[in-house]
């Protein structure tokens, strides 16, 4: 598994620092914060905690035929 250090798309004011840990076939398995932001200290919101799972989630994966 593997660990990708980054920050949180969203534009808070505060730029939460994330990580993020991948399985061996690129999936996103979890969603962390990092403890090393001063600011945050390891908090991230509950829509970014839950990010792994919605980016997932009603994907459309085909074109419409309408």
Known sequence: MEV???ICPR???DTC???CKIDH???IVSI???QTNPITQGFICARTS???VRV???RVLYPSLY
Do not use: V
């Open 11 to 13: 534009d808070c004011h």
């Open 56 to 58: 997932y989630r009603n």
């Open 50 to 52: 839950k990010d792994s």
């Open 17 to 19: 620092f994330i990580r």
């Open 4 to 6: 990708i250090e980054t």
């Open 32 to 34: 962390e914060g990092d």
């Open 25 to 27: 076939l690129g999936k």
